[in-house]
Structure formats: structure tokens, C-alpha cells
């Protein structure tokens, strides 16, 4: 098979992470390491971290890594690697990203052992590095920020304050902190605050921080000198990496406790010490960091430490959801049906009224990002025409009518009550299941039957109303 230069004849060897990294699912069919003709991996690997697996791997060139934080698809014709037993693979890898509702959750690797042992050895003694990559690689597959303030459609005030927040702040080096729902456009707006500053030129380093296993979250982050731990390079972390440049952190509230400590003696100290030197390096870096959850909240829960937080929210952008602006979807419907009309060859004119009004009272929890998509994927199964209601998902409709909880981030309630209206809706949610059984519902919950006896009373929930 030949597309695209991802040439590839047949492939031998599966593999599935989650988005964080974790392996889900590996099967190799024509194992090298093993006397059996398939060889899972299952009671060995699975749920382990795919770097835990594989800890030498360059994580820049890593296609499974790539294809994780830029949701395209990587390929690599010739990847030499060792697993954390020493063993040494030769393969040629294609790895897709796996998308839910538009979102990144995991990838699949599919690959073919190109090992010629001999060949191997000779090459790994000349060659001292363990990872060799690339051939090809996708235009995506690198550190930039390619949006600017113009990609940002938006005619609600509040989001236009925050354009012009954003645009202000893009020459100061204090830290800034963006949140809001998922899709509603963290990313847009870090790159294009990058991209408006006067770093423009200079790199944009971004990292997903619940992407990154914790052990190696340090060193990737401040780098490495060789031997300071098993399989440790003299690499440069992503500070370096980004020095002059701006610096990405996503999902910042997902960095371990310990890392935040020392992200903060970095603000605060502009100096890094890469792992096992002794020699402190001086820094230029702007640091731009989001998450998708309220910080107060994310503060009081323990995962954001609250001394990190002051130091990254010195300026704050709150992107709204898009169930709060919703004079912004009669924007983005005919921008985005153009915007694929084009990409797929389509001359597809607009929506229905019904689909008009369905987009109306939709709640949106996917944001812009799950709009996109809804248009993108109508796009693909009609050619011209009114997008209706039989083109959508059937989800969507289901979903709309049903009284969804806001999940507003503004709302900040204490984390008490937060817990008991989680906890009422999973008894709630478990009665449903088995129509109104307690002993089976008790079960599933994993709690004495008693228990949930006492718990449905002081919810006030009936048992009657699920049968
Ligand atoms: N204001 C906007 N104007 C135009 N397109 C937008 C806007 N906001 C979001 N989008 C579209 O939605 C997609 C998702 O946005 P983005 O990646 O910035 O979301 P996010 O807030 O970073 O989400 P997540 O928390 O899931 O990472 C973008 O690729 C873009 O196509
Ligand atoms: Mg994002």
C-alpha cells in the first residue's frame, strides 16, 4: 500500500493507548522474543505507561506520542527502539489518532517488524542512538502555533473582551492562565497570544500535562543529564527547548503535586537545573498555561497547588461555553459549512429550520469543537442542500430535550455539595439500571445494601420512580 508516502506492504503488530499514554490493548503476530505464533502482552503491559514500556524513546519523535498531542496521523518507514526489558525492535509504524466527539482519546498504532538482526546489531553498535527517526513525518508533527486572533469567530462582548485582553498582554512576560469547557478555544487563543507577541518568531513549545507519565514528567519538562537515572540522555527539557520562545502548559491542574512545587521555584527564580547537573541555566521563557476545569474548584480539590495558581493566574482569560453565547452559532454554522464545503468539494447550502432549532437548545458540552464536527461529519454524507435532522448523530437528538445539569464553570459550590449531588446522581443512575432493585443497584455501587438504604432517604429518592 502506498498513500500520502506512507508506504507500507502488510502489518504484523497492533497497539492501542489511551490518551494519556497508557497502553489499552498489544498484540504482536510475529513475536521475535517468544516461542507462541501471537503474542499478547496483555498481563505484562496493560495499563502500564507506553514510556514506561519503551523509557528510551525520544518523546519528541515518539509516533504514538505525536499523534497523541497533535491528533494527526504519524509515520515513521524506520524506528529503532528498545523496550525497558533491553529487547531491540526494528518496525515501520503508521499510528492514527482515535477520535471521540472531536477530542483526542487515544491512538492505535498498527506496525510491521522490519528487523534484520544482524543488520540491527552492527547498526546499534556505530549508531549511539536508540531511536532512529524519521523519514517522513506529517507538516503537523511540529512545535508551532499556527493560529492568530482572526481564527477566533466570536461576536459575543464578553469574548471579545477577552481578544482584546489577550491582545494587550501579549508583550509582557507575565504568566497567563486560560480556562474554559473543553473546545471552547483554549488552544486558539494560546497560540494566537504567541503568535501576536513579539516571541512570534522565536519557538512555541506545547505540553499536555495529563499526557505525560509522572516519572518522566520532570526530566521531559527540565531535561536530563546522562546517567542521572536508568536510560537518562543529555537532553534539554522543554524550558530550553523554548527558551526566548513561549512555553505551553495544558492541563495544568493534571501536573503532579511535586512538579508544580518546583514549576513555581522556576517562575519565580528563572532558572532551571536539568536533572543530575549541577550547573543552573538561565531562562527567557513566557509560560501560558490552561485547563478545562474551574481553577478555584481544581485549588480546593488539591489538584492545583494554590501558590502555583497565584503565580499563573497574574492574568486570566475565561473563555465562556458555548451555551452561553449562543448568538455565536448563527456564526459559526455558515463558516464552518463553507469552511467544508471546501475542504470536501461540497456545495452544501445550510441547516434546516428544525436542525436550526435543535442547534438552539442543544446544551453543547463538546463546545465549538463538537459543533465543528457536527457540521464536518453532515457535510460528508450529503453533497448539497439543507443539512436536516436525519444528517445529525442520534445522540444529538435524544440529548437535547432532557433537563442536563449546567456544568457552568463559573458556579463554584462547596466541594461537600459537590460530592453529594455526584454521589445522588450515581444511586440515581444505578437505580435506573436495575429498575428500581436496591440489592442489585447496591452492588453496582459496590456499597451494603443498607447503606444505600440510608443514603436514598436522605436524598429524598424513591425507589418507585425507577421501577
Ligand atoms: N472562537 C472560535 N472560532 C472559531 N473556531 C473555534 C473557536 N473556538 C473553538 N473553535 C474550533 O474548535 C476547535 C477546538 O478549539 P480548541 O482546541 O482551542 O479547544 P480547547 O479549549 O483547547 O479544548 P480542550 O480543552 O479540549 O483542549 C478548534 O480547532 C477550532 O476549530
Ligand atoms: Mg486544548
Known amino acids: 500500500m502506498s498513500f500520502n508516502g506512507v508506504d507500507m506492504e502488510s502489518v504484523d503488530a497492533i497497539l492501542i493507548v489511551d490518551r494519556s499514554g497508557n497502553i489499552v490493548y498489544s498484540v504482536r503476530y510475529n513475536p521475535r522474543f517468544d516461542n507462541s505464533s501471537v503474542q499478547n502482552d496483555f498481563a505484562?503491559?496493560?495499563?502500564?505507561?507506553?514510556?514506561?514500556?519503551?523509557?528510551?524513546?525520544?518523546?519528541?519523535?515518539?509516533?504514538?506520542?505525536?499523534?497523541?498531542?497533535?491528533?494527526?496521523?504519524?509515520?515513521?518507514?524506520?524506528?529503532?527502539?528498545?523496550?525497558?526489558k533491553g529487547r531491540v525492535y526494528n518496525t515501520q509504524n503508521?499510528?492514527?489518532?482515535?477520535?471521540?466527539?472531536?477530542?483526542?482519546?487515544?491512538?492505535?498504532?498498527i506496525s510491521r517488524d522490519i528487523t534484520k538482526v544482524n543488520e540491527m546489531n552492527e547498526g546499534l553498535k556505530t549508531r549511539k542512538t536508540i531511536h532512529i527517526p524519521v523519514t517522513k513525518k506529517t507538516d503537523n508533527g511540529k512545535n508551532t502555533a499556527k493560529y492568530t486572533f482572526d481564527d477566533i469567530i466570536t461576536k459575543n462582548e464578553e469574548m471579545k473582551c477577552n481578544i482584546e485582553k489577550a491582545k494587550m498582554i501579549a508583550n509582557s512576560?507575565?504568566?497567563?492562565?486560560?480556562?474554559?469547557?473543553?473546545?471552547?478555544?483554549?488552544?486558539?487563543?494560546?497560540?494566537?497570544?504567541?503568535?501576536?507577541?513579539?516571541?512570534?518568531?522565536?519557538?512555541?513549545?506545547?505540553?499536555?500535562?495529563?499526557?505525560?507519565?509522572?516519572?518522566?514528567?520532570e526530566s521531559i519538562l527540565f531535561g536530563s543529564v546522562k546517567g542521572s537515572f536508568t536510560g537518562a540522555l543529555d537532553r534539554p527539557g522543554l524550558f530550553e527547548l523554548a527558551d526566548g520562545g513561549t512555553l505551553f502548559l495544558d492541563e495544568i491542574n493534571s501536573m503532579p503535586n511535586g512538579l508544580q512545587a518546583k514549576l513555581l521555584r522556576v517562575l519565580q527564580d528563572g532558572v532551571i537545573r536539568r536533572i543530575g547537573d549541577s550547573k543552573a541555566r538561565k531562562i527567557n521563557v513566557r509560560i501560558i498555561t490552561a485547563m478545562n476545569k474551574d481553577?478555584?474548584?481544581?485549588?480546593?480539590?488539591?489538584?492545583?497547588?494554590?501558590?502555583?495558581?497565584?503565580r499563573l493566574n497574574v492574568v486570566s482569560i475565561k473563555l465562556l461555553p458555548l451555551r452561553k453565547r449562543k448568538e455565536d452559532i448563527s456564526?459559526?454554522?455558515?463558516?464552518?459549512?463553507?469552511?467544508?464545503?471546501?475542504?470536501?468539494?461540497?456545495?452544501?447550502?445550510?441547516?434546516?429550520?428544525?436542525?436550526?432549532?435543535?442547534?438552539?437548545?442543544?446544551?453543547?458540552?463538546?463546545?465549538?469543537?463538537?459543533?465543528?464536527?457536527?457540521?464536518?461529519?453532515?457535510?460528508?454524507?450529503?453533497?448539497?442542500?439543507?443539512?436536516?435532522?436525519?444528517?445529525?448523530?442520534?445522540?444529538?437528538?435524544?440529548?437535547?430535550?432532557?433537563?442536563?445539569?449546567?456544568?457552568?464553570?463559573?458556579e463554584t459550590r462547596p466541594l461537600k455539595q459537590e460530592i453529594e449531588s455526584l454521589e445522588k446522581q450515581l444511586i440515581i443512575n444505578a437505580l435506573k439500571k436495575t429498575s428500581g432493585a436496591i440489592t442489585d443497584a447496591a452492588d453496582i455501587l459496590g456499597i451494603p445494601r443498607q447503606t444505600l438504604h440510608y443514603k436514598m432517604k436522605k436524598y429524598s429518592i424513591r425507589r418507585n420512580t425507577y421501577k
Open 295 to 310: 481553577p478555584i474548584k481544581s485549588v480546593k480539590r488539591g489538584d492545583l497547588r494554590e501558590d502555583l495558581f497565584y
Open 173 to 217: 512576560t507575565s504568566p497567563v492562565l486560560v480556562y474554559g469547557e473543553t473546545g471552547t478555544g483554549k488552544e486558539l487563543f494560546v497560540q494566537s497570544i504567541h503568535n501576536y507577541s513579539k516571541r512570534h518568531n522565536e519557538p512555541f513549545i506545547a505540553q499536555n500535562c495529563a499526557a505525560l507519565p509522572e516519572n518522566l514528567f
Open 331 to 410: 456564526l459559526y454554522i455558515p463558516y464552518f459549512i463553507d469552511k467544508y464545503n471546501k475542504k470536501l468539494g461540497k456545495n452544501v447550502s445550510g441547516i434546516s429550520k428544525e436542525v436550526k432549532d435543535l442547534f438552539y437548545k442543544y446544551h453543547w458540552p463538546g463546545n465549538v469543537r463538537e459543533l465543528q464536527h457536527m457540521i464536518e461529519s453532515s457535510i460528508n454524507i450529503l453533497n448539497s442542500g439543507n443539512i436536516q435532522l436525519k444528517h445529525l448523530p442520534i445522540y444529538l437528538i435524544e440529548n437535547t430535550n432532557v433537563d442536563t445539569a449546567d456544568t457552568d464553570i463559573k
Open 44 to 84: 505484562d503491559i496493560i495499563n502500564k505507561s507506553f514510556l514506561e514500556i519503551y523509557p528510551e524513546l525520544d518523546i519528541e519523535e515518539s509516533t504514538i506520542m505525536n499523534c497523541l498531542k497533535y491528533g494527526t496521523p504519524q509515520y515513521l518507514e524506520n524506528q529503532i527502539f528498545r523496550d525497558n
Open 94 to 109: 503508521l499510528t492514527l489518532p482515535i477520535i471521540k466527539r472531536g477530542k483526542i482519546s487515544g491512538a492505535i498504532e
